[in-house]
């Protein structure tokens, strides 16, 4: 396993920078159609259809249950109130109570049951989520900001769970309400119930195109929601250069911006769901003075009693109040469609290892590592690196140095197969890389970076995180070989200390050896120091190149190194210009050559030893380089 979460650093002149203006999930996709969604929905039915069925048996029953008390209502009026049929109100009342019991049941079981599933659809999304993106290439992290992919394993999937959850069911469950009632409106008057059925589909055809045209706008949200976070995140994480440049006032107005576009867009949606909700009120009250007027002439000609009017108006609220719920619902539902389409866009991205070309397992790795005439570039008709050829032998170190934005990172990128390359071939042990399941390599790769990533955890947790199934005699001897011991035991905790949000608590010697020790605990075949003691002072350098040194013993390593003065001793040192191996040899092979090598060694070790020496100690210098 790799002992670090990230990527070798790319300087700047290793790749362009791509821009991308539009987050990923924005507002100029174009919205799929909804019979694009509804797979999507099936897809989430399918393994719940047994628990879905069986909730809207319930709700059959609940609904049932609920129609009792409107149904009652006539006889209640007209057999006892009128006719004085007093005997029959203890059974009207057994009746109204019983189903008023069940319905309660039944309401507390439907909503227990799809609330759990819901948060459970949430938690599973969550988790495929996140486990697809860890398998996505590095080029999607390229183009992604870390707050847009947190939100969108966070954020979108939350109101997926009104597809499973109450949210559905209760628009069922209103259809199915308002269609017993329309049968039961019916039968008590034809004449009333068309008129106000025609003016209720009227409205319904109105909330349909208004759902249509609210859609975009849950989509843009998550959109602006994701850039808002994902800027957030890296402020926050940016504090100290925040501070440094006493730019507080900026980044507030970045976010300040961020913000207000979020709330454009929420109020665009508060006015277009207070519109719908006008609409029903208005609906509301054309319907309940138009059946006031015709129950007024149907019970003046004998043709409906003052029972079967109670019992018409309480029925047809039951036909209404879905419709007018269709606003809350259908909001919801919109919601989690749009949620759903932002998700299924991160889980449509190919995976570093699909495709039928990436099957090769590879077994236990010897280490050789061949570049074959590689030339690849990040963006078409830009080449950063060209027709490199090197072996890297079992065993050996190999050290990349040249200017900055020369390619070093981008071939360190190839050997750890973040990238594939366009011409030629990097073989591993006789097998191409673009062949091979990567899961079965980078688990043989190790990587100690200049920049060390520690998670906010305690310092036994950071250096397992390679190898979390080491035994504590495992783990402990890897702290003592990169000295990590000599500092943590005098901490109180000792090694169940909190290191702090990318070990902020430990200074950067500190976490190096955290580093290391890592990357030991690994026991990779393939290593990779990316600058790993350049930031550092002598001290803490002379402590972690020891460690260093038994990490190398062994392995196939690879070096890039700003101090010319800590890759002496490799076995082969390649000098790169311009995404091309220019110089190549050991040590004193480049400097007898008296080319870029040397000139590069020559005028850092001059500036570093003048950092320190007094006016004319250093003019032998060149002559002692030569030596």
């Known amino acids: 396993m790799s002992s670090s ?92 109570a019983a189903a008023t019991m069940i319905q309660g049941i039944t309401t507390y079981a439907l909503s227990q049951l799809l609330s759990t599933e819901g948060q459970k ?175 007024g002439r149907e019970h003046t000609a004998g043709r409906l009693t003052v029972g079967g009017y109670v019992e018409y108006t309480m029925f047809l609220t039951f036909m209404i109040a879905p419709m007018v719920q269709l606003v809350s619902i259908g909001t919801q539902l919109t919601e989690a469609a749009a949620g759903l389409d932002r998700t299924n866009e991160v889980l449509a991205e190919l995976t570093e290892d699909a495709g039928s070309k990436r099957k090769a397992e590879l077994g236990t790795l010897r280490g050789d590592v061949r570049f074959e005439h590689v030339s690849f570039e990040y963006e078409e008709g830009k080449p950063v690196l060209h027709d490199i050829d090197f072996v890297a032998r079992p065993g050996t170190s190999t050290a990349l140095v040249g200017s900055s934005g020369s390619g070093k990172s981008t071939i360190i990128s190839l050997v750890c197969a973040f990238h594939t390359a366009q011409q030629g071939r990097v073989v591993v042990d006789g097998v191409d890389l673009a062949d091979v ?22 310092v036994r947790e950071n250096v397992l995180f390679s190898r979390p199934e080491a035994t504590e005699e495992q783990w402990r001897e890897a702290c003592r070989i990169a000295r990590v011991d000599e500092f943590v035991e005098r901490f109180p905790e000792g090694y169940e200390t909190i290191v702090g949000e990318r070990g902020v608590k430990l200074s950067g010697g500190q976490r190096q050896r955290l580093s290391i020790a890592r990357a030991i605990l690994a026991d990779p075949r393939i290593l990779i120091l990316d600058e790993a003691t350049s930031s550092l002072d002598s001290e803490s350098e002379a402590l972690i190149q020891e460690g260093l040194n038994y990490l190398m013993r062994g392995r196939t390593t690879f070096v890039i190194a700003h101090r010319l003065s800590t890759i002496r001793r490799a076995d082969q040192i390649l000098v790169v210009e311009q995404g091309r191996i220019r110089e190549r040899g050991r040590h004193e092979e480049l400097l007898a050559m008296g080319g870029r090598y040397y000139e590069l060694y020559t005028r850092q070790h001059g500036v570093e030893m003048n950092m320190f020496l007094a006016p004319g100690e250093g003019d032998k210098l060149e002559e002692e380089a030569k030596a």
Not at 38 to 46: E, M, S, T
Not at 437 to 458: A, H, I, N, P
């Open 437 to 458: 399941k990567l899961s079965s390599y980078r688990s043989q790769l190790g990587v100690v970076l200049q920049e060390t990533f520690l998670f906010d955890g305690t």
């Open 121 to 295: 659809l949430i938690a599973e999304l969550r988790r495929k989520v996140q486990e697809h993106i860890g398998r996505l290439p590095v080029e999607f992290y390229d183009r992604n900001r870390t707050g847009v992919l947190v939100s969108r394993i966070m954020t979108d999937v939350e109101g997926v769970r009104n597809i499973i959850g109450t949210g559905l069911v209760e628009f069922v469950g209103g259809l199915l309400t308002a269609s017993i009632a329309f049968v039961v409106l019916i039968r008590l008057s034809t004449r009333m119930t068309l008129l106000t059925f025609s003016i209720l589909l009227i409205f319904a055809v109105i909330l349909m195109r208004a759902f249509k045209t609210i859609r975009p706008i849950f989509r843009q949200r998550g959109a602006i929601s994701a850039e808002v976070t994902g800027r957030l995140t890296e402020s926050l994480g940016g504090v100290r250069v925040v501070k440094g440049y006493h730019a507080e006032e900026s980044e507030a107005n970045v976010f300040a911006g961020g913000v207000q576009r979020l709330l454009t867009n929420v109020l665009s949606s508060l006015r277009a769901q207070s519109m719908m909700t006008l609409s029903s009120t208005m609906v509301l009250g054309v319907v309940g003075g138009l059946v006031m007027y015709l129950g």
């Open 5 to 96: 979460l990230g990527a070798p650093r790319m300087h700047a002149g290793d790749r362009p920078i791509r821009s991308h203006k539009t987050p990923p999930g924005g507002e100029k996709r174009p919205k799929p159609p909804l019979k694009k969604v509804l797979p999507q929905v099936w897809a989430l039915f399918r393994p719940r259809l047994g628990l879905v069925v069986g909730s809207f048996l319930l709700m059959i029953v609940n609904r049932a249950c609920g129609l009792v008390l409107p149904a009652s209502s006539r006889y209640l009026i007209d057999n006892v109130m009128y006719h004085g049929q007093s005997s029959l109100l203890p059974k009207i009342i057994a009746m109204v």
